[in-house]
């Protein structure tokens, strides 16, 4: 399993349940990495999608205490990871929000990071990956201009997952 999200200077990803920067060259790289591919989520990630409707052309996990059409639901952890059984782990990726981030993160392989040279004036955080001690990060691009912000994409790898 993997994650996948863009944070700003303070690994901020979120104001107002929804996205801080309007990122063109981010969304194109969320959507090539993901299309036909799992997506982990919680409620609060489907809601902020337009319409609250899951994203097409993937198998959308949702864990909601109910059930959501359109979307693989699961109610619990328990439920999750037996669920997740059924696919590839390379094939999973975990792409929010915050508290959904913040339980599956030590369970992911890979954390792919768009990170923005910014302070987006976030209410919800994850970890600060380069502050723990269980992920390196392997690769990071030249900083990318992508409308008006500066950016760099990220690999993070978690040492203590095989």
């Known amino acids: 399993m993997k994650a996948i999200f863009h944070c700003d200077k303070r690994w901020g990803i979120g104001k107002n349940n929804g996205l801080m920067f309007s990122l063109p060259k981010d969304m194109k790289f969320f959507r090539e990495t993901t299309t036909g591919k799992v997506v982990v989520m919680g409620l609060n990630t489907l809601l902020s999608f337009p319409h609250a409707k899951p994203l097409k052309d993937r198998i959308n996990i949702v864990l909601s205490p109910t059930d959501i059409e359109g979307t693989v639901t699961?109610?619990?952890?328990?439920?999750?990871?037996?669920?997740?059984?059924k696919y590839p782990p390379d094939d999973v990726y975990v792409i929010g929000g915050a508290s959904v981030y913040r339980v599956l993160i030590p369970y992911c392989s890979e954390i792919l990071v768009t990170k923005v040279d910014a302070d987006g004036g976030a209410d919800v955080f994850v970890p600060d990956l380069d502050a723990d001690p269980n992920f390196a990060c392997i690769s990071e691009s030249d900083p990318v201009?992508?409308?008006?912000?500066?950016?760099?994409?990220?690999?993070?790898?978690?040492?203590?997952?095989?």
Do not use: M, P, Q
């Open 74 to 85: 699961v109610h619990d952890l328990d439920e999750l990871f037996s669920e997740l059984k």
């Open 145 to 162: 201009e992508d409308n008006g912000y500066a950016i760099r994409f990220c690999l993070y790898r978690n040492t203590t997952v095989l």
